[in-house]
């Protein structure tokens, strides 16, 4: 299971044909074979009862002459002597017996079915005739004969028939001569006595082999037939070993059962599965052959279809995928499968090289505009505040004399050369403090000393990255517009970062302004207007979010009694 889950769509898509075609083909050819096998069973069954019908018929015209002919013997004067046993002399009785063993010799020539006749009595006296040889004497009345005895004598006046095997008799006894060969064997009692070893009994045996002739042809492909009484003792059948026992059922034969009427008879078809179903083996093995063929044929096109369709497909996917995880350097795509499918491919290969020149050229694009506003605003700065630099210089060489000129220059010198030596956009947060404190410098010696400036920054951020320039508009404008001298006024610088982001504020104690002023401030430096007044912020504002990102920004706030507040994150 863990390998299947494994494999891509395109084997599972071809794993799961071929396995559906294969269950497929196997429900068709297991519904068809054991269709055609209960049709053949069917059809086995119908045949044979239209074979037992015409069995009966030629059965029942048999066992009918037999008991006819015994119906004529027990009106026989001579069987009513016999069983009577009162002679006047021996000579007598031998010819009375002579004369019986005639008549019985007369009915079996005139009846081709009929094996032999015979008479005996209970007391064990008997006379018998095959046609062949006749034999009289005693044959003693044995247990299992008793039972049989007493079963004709309760059906009397109708015959018994049993098989052969069931009758118990010795070999030297003259009743033998009569069941030594398989036969079918009635007995009807005379019903002169009470008691049944006090009647006498007529003997009929009909030959097996002809009884078998009756239901012959309902004997083929190899299957063997038996005839059954009322206790499925077997009374005749075409294997002569199982006459005399009980039939048992073999699963490995179709047993067809026929009841035959009046009689509580049953003839039973064993026909062997393995012979009928010859055919249907034949049948299945050309089903399997076709299957197999079928099966392969499928399994060909599944792998053509999987070339011409599922890999231009499978293919086409892996583009997407890669795409979609903004991987855009995907290979050229192999001509292969349908050429619908191949031009698909081509055009979004095209497609995908299009859109990554035009995400290469919009970069190139994008990082020369930043770097060039960078440069624009940034050198906007650096004149303006060199320009009130040299004012102020201009101002102190007219109204003092030339040692403040000199200090004048040297500080100048000092704003400068940072902003010479380095060209970048950032620099540490102690240079900028560095160039801040020279610049608070230069401005208090063109403004005067009235104005008190303090910073407060943790020593351990010193050494941070820091944007350049970020803090000279915010306080020049603090100079500039800070109120009258001799307010007090006060500059203060607070720099923090308590979460990995820069806080800058920067207050000026000695100038309010009103709130809707402070809106419209706020309003200009948000729309980044770098023009016209407030210049300094506006360009911070732009320059903050170009190097730290949208997030960064600078805000004006405004309170009577703390002044004028700038506050600056990134």
Known sequence: MKYIKKLDWKKKLMLSVLVSALLVILLLFSATYYYFLGKLGEANEKLVRLSFQETEKNLGDVIDMAEMCLSRLSNHRRVWEFSEGEYESPAQRSVSVKMLVNSFDEMISQNGSIEGFGIWNGDGRC????????????????????????????????????GSGQLDIPEQAPMYCLTEEPALVGLKALGEASEYLEDSYLVVTLSEEKVQKSFEQVVYNDSSAVLLDQDEIIMSATDSSLLGSRFVPDSGNQNIRYELSGRNWTLVNMIPLEQYQMEARGIRNVGIALGVAAFLAITLFAMVWSRR???PIQTLMEQFDSVGKENLDIPV??????????????EFY???????DYIRRLREAEQEKAVEELRTLQYQINPHFLYNSLNSIRWMAMM???????????????????????????WTLREELQFLSNYVEMMQLRYGNDMDYSLECPEEILGETFPRFILQPVIENCFVHGGTAGEGR????????????????????????EEDRVREINDKIVREEVHGKNLGLANVHRRLKLLCGEQAGIRLESEPETGVTVRMNF
Not at 404 to 424: C, E, F, Q, Y
Not at 490 to 513: E, K
């Open 127 to 162: 006379a018998v005739s095959t046609g062949v040889k006749s034999r009289t004497g005693y044959t003693e009345v044995s247990g299992g004969m008793k039972v049989l005895l007493r079963r004709c004598r309760e059906n009397y006046p109708y015959v018994l028939w049993v």
């Open 309 to 311: 369709y599922v890999r």
């Open 333 to 346: 795509p192999k001509k292969e499968g349908w050429p619908e499918l191949a031009r698909l491919n081509e």
């Open 350 to 356: 095209l497609t995908v090289q299009k859109l990554r």
């Open 400 to 426: 003092t004399n030339s040692t403040k000129v000199a200090d004048s220059l040297t500080t100048l010198s000092r704003l400068i050369m940072p902003v010479l030596r380095n060209p970048g956009f950032t």
């Open 490 to 513: 006060q500059v203060m610088v607070r720099i923090s970062r308590p979460d990995g982001h820069f806080s800058v504020m920067v207050r000026n104690t000695g100038v309010f302004i």
